[in-house]
């Protein structure tokens, strides 16, 4: 975790054109929200689909902000030292592969948190009006985070090891990302989409990573249909165990038949 944090501190510049980005980002989706609520004729205080525009703001901004913090690349950079051939120094090692990834996707978040999110708010917060946490928020959304970043490592290591099987997962983690953009609630709320398609990502864990930290920051767990803390809590439990077991399963099938091109 210590070393990760220190390689990436080698190269922190790259993070302020992340952060113009990502404001590029927010600032593109509150223009399509605000024509929405022009469209529709609604005031600052009217709600759709439950949230205010300024809390659809804080959802958008601070939803970006938590992707900068817990976004890590462990799946590209497993696939790559597979395709190298470096994989086969992991395994020589008296630790334990995925505690090892798991602690690195650690370092890269807490780097991230300090040169990338937080810079970022400052610069979001101010410029789009994003509110504070509401209610009960200000401590179910770091709880909600930390989950999120379980799930997300979690599904980086699922990817990255199918690396071993498909040889190149450059498709495969595309495919991912932008799986995750939609179903974790990332670019539009979940509750938002078609009442069916809503129900069906709501149980994902997708959900887990974006969407359910974000409407607890606003404070909207519980409303308008959305499960309560208690429930969302269960349900990250119940995920993380679940992709433990897969990554574990996964891991002992990879390992019997490691077949190196690289190194």
């Known amino acids: ?4 944090f220190l390689k990436l501190m080698a190269y922190r510049m790259r993070y302020v054109t992340g952060i113009v980005t990502y404001g590029v980002f927010v600032g593109g989706q509150f223009a399509i929200w605000q024509a929405v609520w022009t469209a529709k004729n609604l005031g600052p205080s009217d709600r759709l689909d439950g949230l205010t525009l300024a809390e659809l ?5 601070v939803g970006y902000i938590a992707r900068a913090a817990y976004f890590t690349n ?11 051939g470096d994989v086969t120094l992991d395994l020589l090692k008296p630790v334990s592969f995925h505690g090892q990834w798991m602690a690195q996707a650690a370092g890269e978040v807490a780097f991230r948190i ?15 009006g994003v509110l504070p946490p509401v209610g009960d928020g200000w401590w179910q959304f770091p709880l909600l985070f930390f989950s999120a970043f ?3 490592a979690e599904l980086n290591l699922l990817t990255g090891t199918a690396a071993f099987f498909l040889e190149d ?5 595309s495919l991912k990302r932008n799986l995750l953009m ?21 149980w994902l864990p997708f959900a887990l990573i974006s969407y359910y930290p974000t409407m607890a920051y606003v ?10 803390f208690a429930t969302v809590a269960g349900l990250a439990i119940g995920w993380a165990v679940v992709l433990r077991l897969a990554n574990i399963l996964l891991w002992r099938r990879a390992q019997s038949r490691l077949e190196v091109q690289g190194g």
């Open 74 to 84: 462990t799946d590209s950079e497993i696939a790559g030292r597979f395709q190298t």
């Open 150 to 152: 379980l799930i997300n």
């Open 169 to 173: 997962i450059t498709g495969l983690m």
């Open 57 to 61: 703001t804080t959802y958008i901004a």
């Open 182 to 202: 939609l179903l974790s609630g990332l670019l539009v709320p979940l509750h938002f989409l078609p009442e069916a398609l809503a129900t069906a990502t709501s």
């Open 114 to 128: 300090v040169f990338f999110a937080a810079p970022m708010a400052l610069i979001l917060v101010p410029i789009f």
């Open 219 to 228: 404070g909207r767990l519980g409303t308008h249909e959305t499960p309560a």
């Open 1 to 4: 975790m210590r070393l990760t």
